[in-house]
C-alpha cells in the first residue's frame, strides 16, 4: 500500500479496503488512549460509506464530533460519536 502510486489501485474494491484497515488502525489508537486514561471503552467497527447523496444519524451520542479533510478535488469527513454508560 505504501509504496503504490494511485495509478496502481485496480478497482475501488481495493481503496476501500486500505480506507477500512486505515480507519481501524486509527479508531484502535483512539481507543488505547481512552483506555489508558482509565476509561472502560468499547467501539463499533468503523464504517465506511461513498456518494453524495446520503445522511447517517446515530441516536444517543452524548457527543459528536465531525472533521472534515479534502486534498485536490477529493474530500472526506470523519465522525466521532461519543455514548457513557452508567
Partial sequence: ??????????????????????????????????????????????SFTAGSDFEMECLHLDREGKYAFSHAADSFIVEIGLKTTE
Avoid: T, W, Y
Fill in 1 to 46: 500500500m505504501l509504496d503504490m502510486e494511485p495509478d496502481d489501485f485496480e478497482d475501488q474494491d481495493e481503496v476501500k479496503e486500505v480506507i477500512g484497515e486505515v480507519s481501524n488502525m486509527a479508531s484502535g489508537s483512539l481507543k488505547s488512549s481512552i483506555c489508558d486514561a482509565g476509561f472502560d471503552c468499547r467501539i463499533s467497527p468503523p
